[in-house]
């Protein structure tokens, strides 16, 4: 065959090569046989390094003939092996140079394969993953349903008898039993304060439990929004008066909401004790409200010491506490994250604005909800 017929022979072949989907199971076969096509020889080898020598990858044939060429295996001048054929007679100058010519072409296919075989072990990696996480996953939620069940039973073991003690508590305090000297009342006083610190702990623990397993729902009721708030007031003066702050409500009495009525309180309970826990004594604390068509804001403030600018993108998160030193009392860190999740749950934001030894205001928007 004359140079010309052989390199037209050769650009023909060569394309065999681009043909061919090459993984690591037939990667031997299909090389050595398309390469055959292009080059005759009896015995082939290709060498990959490992370590500080090369080891043979693929082999053709069984034993080396005298007469061998070999190319270099590189990417990008790196070299990573090298191929090595050989037969009983030598080869021509248009053989080495179309030999060379496959060289270039067996080092990418080499290491596309190479490449191939990572993305496959990471896929499957990233599979197992994704198993292992859907396991874990089960078992977290198996988990969270027994702890949500555990704080739902404690819980209400003892809700009923600290409401029980808050119930006997007011008795004593309005004097219906009997009457009592200032030494006692002083004493029921502090009873009903610590029970309702503690009960408001417990239903703090319990609400954060429904709302990250999103079994909390609104019971949707029309109400005056005043005499909510009244109730709350009612519940924690204890509170306030022991510190003797001075309180004052300015919503309407004709405004009306539609919203769930429970939660509209807890709303208002968490952000007056709040307001209280963080209040010097003979401060004041104020509750008032806006209407802008249907739509309600609601402004709980205080005169107390303030939140610094650092606090206040975190506030709302869970287990923060603003200024833990200022308050004597114990806490969850949950009351303002659940006071958060209760307005959105009802479609509404809560924003804070505050100066250290000013003050603080919350203001509660809600759209659509003023009948």
């Known amino acids: 065959m004359d140079k010309s017929s052989f390199f037209k022979n050769a650009i023909c072949n060569?394309?065999?090569?681009?043909?061919?989907?090459?993984?690591e199971a037939n990667a031997e076969k299909l090389i050595f046989e398309t390469l055959n096509k292009l080059v005759q020889f009896s015995c082939g080898r290709i060498y990959i390094q490992s370590l500080d020598e090369y080891e043979v990858?693929?082999?053709?044939?069984?034993?080396?003939?005298?007469?061998?060429?070999?190319?270099?295996?590189?990417?990008?001048?790196?070299?990573?092996g090298y191929i090595e054929i050989s037969r009983t007679n030598s080869f021509s100058n248009e053989e080495i140079t179309v030999f060379k010519t496959c060289s270039v072409i067996i080092?990418?296919?080499?290491?596309?394969?190479?490449?191939?075989?990572?993305?496959k072990m990471q896929v499957k990696a990233l599979q197992d993953g994704i198993e292992e996480t859907k396991k874990q996953n089960k078992?977290?939620?198996?988990?969270?349903?027994?702890?949500n069940s555990f704080l739902a039973n404690v819980s209400h073991e003892l809700r009923s008898p600290l409401n029980s003690i808050l119930g006997f508590s007011e008795l004593l305090q309005?004097?219906?039993?009997?009457?009592?000297?200032?030494?006692?009342?002083?004493?029921?006083?502090?009873?009903?304060?610590?029970?309702?610190?503690?009960?408001g702990m417990i239903n703090e623990i319990l609400d954060i439990s429904k709302i990250e397993s999103h079994a909390m729902k609104l019971n949707l009721t029309e109400f005056r929004l005043k005499q909510n708030a009244e109730e709350v007031l009612n519940i924690l003066k204890p509170l306030y008066k022991k510190k003797n702050i001075n309180t004052s409500l300015n919503i309407p009495e004709e405004l009306i909401i539609r919203a769930d009525y429970q939660k509209i309180q807890q709303i208002f309970f968490n952000l007056i004790n709040n307001a209280i826990k963080f209040t010097h004594e003979n401060g004041e604390i104020s509750v008032s409200s806006k209407t802008a068509s249907n739509n309600l804001i609601i402004y709980v403030s205080d005169n107390g010491i303030g939140i610094e600018r650092k606090y206040l993108k975190k506030i709302f998160k869970k287990f923060v506490q603003v200024?833990?030193?200022?308050?004597?009392?114990?806490?969850?860190?949950?009351?303002?994250?659940?006071?958060?999740?209760?307005?959105?749950?009802?479609?509404?934001?809560?924003?804070?604005?505050?100066?250290?030894?000013?003050?603080?205001?919350?203001?509660?928007k809600i759209q659509n909800v003023v009948i």
């Open 14 to 23: 060569i394309n065999e090569f681009y043909k061919q989907q090459y993984s």
């Open 174 to 199: 309005e004097q219906f039993i009997g009457p009592l000297n200032e030494k006692q009342l002083e004493y029921v006083s502090d009873i009903r304060v610590a029970s309702l610190h503690l009960l």
């Open 139 to 147: 078992k977290i939620i198996a988990a969270d349903k027994v702890k």
């Open 57 to 80: 990858k693929y082999k053709y044939g069984s034993t080396a003939e005298k007469n061998s060429i070999r190319e270099d295996l590189s990417i990008s001048g790196c070299k990573f």
């Open 323 to 364: 200024n833990p030193d200022a308050s004597k009392e114990s806490s969850t860190g949950l009351g303002l994250t659940i006071t958060n999740e209760l307005v959105k749950l009802h479609g509404g934001t809560i924003s804070v604005e505050s100066k250290p030894a000013e003050g603080t205001t919350f203001i509660i």
């Open 107 to 119: 080092a990418n296919i080499i290491k596309d394969i190479e490449l191939s075989e990572i993305v």
